[in-house]
Each structure stands twice: as structure tokens, then as C-alpha cells.
């Protein structure tokens, strides 16, 4: 499987947009660069959040899936 993934700061904190680029779902852990080691990341379109546990989050993907991750700014 090939998850690509970007992070970008905003004024409205810091989005993650993290892309299944196979057809087959996946599972995968990642350490975003940018973002507290211990909190928790809202999922923008999917009404659910995320938590980001030493430093690493741990999501499913589907097949060809994207997620995007949001860390409100302080």
C-alpha cells in the first residue's frame, strides 16, 4: 500500500490530508511532524476525531481513501 501524506499550517491551526493512493485498504501508523505528541485531531468530513498517542496515529484506510486531519491553531 502507498499513503501519502501532507501537512500544511494554516491560520486555523495545522491539516493534515493523508491519501490511500492503492485500491486496497489499508491500515497504517504515522507521525505527524507538527502537532502535540498527546491530543486529539479532528476529522474533517467524517464527524469523528482522532487520537494522536506518543506521538502517532494509527487510522484505516479504503481503498483509494482519504482522511483530513485538523489541529486548531492556539
Known amino acids: ?7 500544511k499550517r494554516t491560520a486555523n491551526g495545522t491539516l493534515i490530508i493523508a491519501v490511500n ?3 486496497k485498504p489499508c491500515r497504517v501508523t504515522f507521525r505527524p511532524r507538527t502537532i502535540p505528541a498527546d491530543c486529539r ?10 487520537a494522536v498517542s506518543d506521538g502517532a496515529i494509527t487510522e484505516e ?14
Open 1 to 7: 500500500f502507498e499513503v501519502h501524506f501532507r501537512e
Open 21 to 23: 493512493r492503492d485500491d
Open 41 to 50: 485531531l479532528a476529522v474533517l468530513f467524517e464527524d469523528r476525531q482522532v
Open 61 to 74: 484506510f479504503e481503498g483509494l481513501g482519504v482522511h483530513v486531519y485538523q489541529f486548531p491553531a492556539p
